[in-house]
């Protein structure tokens, strides 16, 4: 594991970082848009006071913390690999270069000492498909991290996604609200049982949580977007049930499904989910970042 030196120089002082995932740049974005909004997410990250860790593996290295350049490479470079935890040895074996999923991230960043991490959406449980389920959740049962997140991605059965949440031990907080967003929209339909209310609050949670030496999963803080940033709700409807049944016609299966989806969403919605996604992963950055200043 490679620390980029502000990282390990932040955590040695015991002052705030947060861990980024590097999938959204690989696989997330489209090109160009990608490097331009993995700078500004880390740039978001240094404005509300804390040092961004980007995590990725390159040349089969696990690196905590990228500089401009790696970042770009990992932005334009063709055949990068999709990364969960299971993944990290083999890829280390290969020497190849991978972006990391919320279960690699996690875990890696959990092993480096960060508590905090920020991301778009998690994964979770599929529609129709409840056998064909996301390695995030059971990743996040075992890792003592706070994910800021914009709940689980919509494209997803959430009732269910939620359901195995409670099963694995994660808990599930709202940021100021009761309700579980659901990534492209303000409200998934379901709610939770716990509301932090503000960066203070759910610092005291993250340093309560390694206090008692009691859970060892995640914190899932689900941050959701103001009602009037968020996709159209019958554009969204609509968009997912055409996708959906593209998925069916098209017979897309396993860890293709979600990538199917977010492109059909793009191309369908005029590049609105787009910008929506945009949004999420910068207002979670800035959340993110908030809190892990507040736990330092």
Not at 253 to 266: I, N, R, S
Not at 272 to 280: K, Q
């Amino acid at each position: 594991m490679v620390l980029a030196p502000e990282v390990a120089d932040a955590l040695g002082a015991g002052r705030p970082v947060v861990a980024l995932e590097s999938t959204i740049i690989a696989h997330g974005l489209p090109r160009p848009d990608n490097l331009k909004v993995a700078r500004e997410i880390e740039a978001t990250v240094r404005a509300a006071g804390a040092v961004p860790a980007t995590i990725a593996v390159l040349g089969g290295r696990v690196h905590v913390g990228l500089d401009d350049a790696q970042l770009t490479h990992l932005a334009d470079a063709d055949g990068v690999a999709k990364l969960s935890a299971r993944d990290l040895a083999v890829a280390a074996a290969k020497g190849v270069d991978g972006a990391t999923t919320v279960a690699a991230t996690s875990a890696i960043a959990a092993a480096a000492g960060i508590r905090v991490f920020a991301t778009g959406g998690l994964g979770g449980v599929h529609r129709d498909a409840p056998y064909d389920e996301s390695a995030d959740l059971v990743t996040l049962a075992r890792t003592p991290i706070a994910v800021v997140c914009a709940g689980v991605k919509s494209i997803l059965d959430v009732g269910a996604t939620l359901e195995r949440l409670e099963t694995l031990g994660v808990a599930v907080a709202g940021f100021r609200t009761l309700r579980f967003p659901g990534f492209y929209l303000s409200d998934s339909g379901f709610g939770v049982d716990w509301s932090l209310d503000s960066p203070e609050e759910a610092a005291r949670a993250i340093t309560a949580r390694a206090a008692q030496g009691v859970h060892r999963g995640a914190l899932v803080i689900a941050n959701p977007l103001p009602a009037g940033e968020q996709l159209d709700p019958a554009l969204h409807d609509r968009t997912l049930a055409e996708g959906m049944a593209a998925l069916e016609r098209e017979g897309v299966t396993g860890k293709a499904v979600t990538p199917f989806l977010l492109g059909w969403f793009h191309e369908h919605t005029g590049g609105a989910s787009l910008e929506v996604n945009v949004r999420i992963i910068l207002r979670n950055a800035d959340l993110a970042a908030r809190i892990a200043a507040a736990a330092a």
